[in-house]
Each structure stands twice: as structure tokens, then as C-alpha cells.
């Protein structure tokens, strides 16, 4: 089956850091760019990062720039997020999308929630 | 960034009925637009991409239509499980921007 599923959601402090990771399956994940896209609960959609087949070419919103690293092993199929220096407002529904940075998302994951909260 | 805005931003309509959803975009994207369906507590599903083509496996009564700056989504009959937020999605200019959503619910 093709599909993504994401981990490592949770709930974090203001200025902490976690690492979410997705796993990929039924396809082959080194022909994709790969992206996280956000939802604050409730609210609309908002393209986080994304990176190229091979990682060394990578993208970013201006919100997370500087705090967030995208990154793949495309070994073992998977895509992470590295998120420091948490804010409240990075409180939201976290989502794995095949896709990089200049197309569209044709594959999502079911998403992993982020709660930034002291 | 290229700003989407979409119209409604949400409508009410009856099972059979037509129903049509714009996407306008701050500047000339060409046919880079995507539509997604979202349901409550599930992820974005894909459904049209470069305007106007259909992902396969999604009903023939979606349909996509425009370019450059202006864009619609529609259903030709309204089918129960179509009651959802549609998204539309431009991936011409960096960064990827989406549409603030059209929820569409039942009459």
C-alpha cells in the first residue's frame, strides 16, 4: 500500500525541540521531493518545508526559517522534521505530503500533533 | 508570496446539487493551481492538479477549469460524501501557498 505515516508528535515547552519522522511505503521514495505541511487546528493549511529526490536542495517558510531542518534518508525511506526553538504558535497538526517545493502534494500522511505549551 | 483567495469561503447545498468554488490568485501562477477535499479530522486528499486534470481514482463529477489568475473547482452533482473544506493550491512561485478554504456543508 502507498502510504506515509508520521511520528514523534507530542507535547513540548516554549523553547524546546523535537524531531518528527516520516515513513514511507509502496513507493519508490528517492523519485519524490517531500515536504511537511502544517494545520493549526481548525485553521488552514500552510506549507512548512520541503526538500529535493536527494536532500541537498531544501526549502522554507519564512515562519521556520532558521529554526526548522528538513532532512531524508532515502535508504530507509523516510523524511524528518527537526524543530527548535519551539513556539506556541508552531501548535499544530504536522503533515508528510510527496511533493517538494515547487509542485503540488499527491500523498499525505495522517498527520502527528505538536503542542507547544508551558 | 503569491496570495490565494477563495469564494466562498463557505455555502450550503443539497445532495444533486451543482456547486462551484473559485480560487484567485495575486498574480499569474499559469495552470500551477491543486484542489484538495479535507474532511473533519482527517489529512488533505488530492484531487486535481495543473488546473484542470484529475487524479485517478477521484469522481468524474470534480472538474477544474482557468488559468493565470482565476480558477474553479466544481462539482457537477453533490454526492454526500463531497460535504467537506476544499483547498485550492498554487505551486508556480516559491514558496507552495494555499487558499483559505471553502467548507461546503449541507442545506
Redesign the interface.
Known sequence: EVQLVESGGGVVRPGGSLRLSCAASGFTFDDYGMSWVRQVPGKGLEWVSGLNLNGDSTGYADSVRGRFTISRDNAKNSLYLQMNSLRAEDTAFYYCARGGYRNYFDLWGQGTLVTVSS | AIQLTQSPSSLSASVGDRVTITCRASQGIRSAL?W?QQKPG?????LI?DASSL?SGVPSRFSGSGSGTDFTLTISSLQPEDFATY?C?Q?HG????????TKVDIK
Open positions: 491543486a484538495y482527517k489529512a488533505p486528499k488530492f492538479y487524479e483547498y493550491q505551486f516559491y514558496p507552495p501557498t494555499f487558499g483559505p478554504g
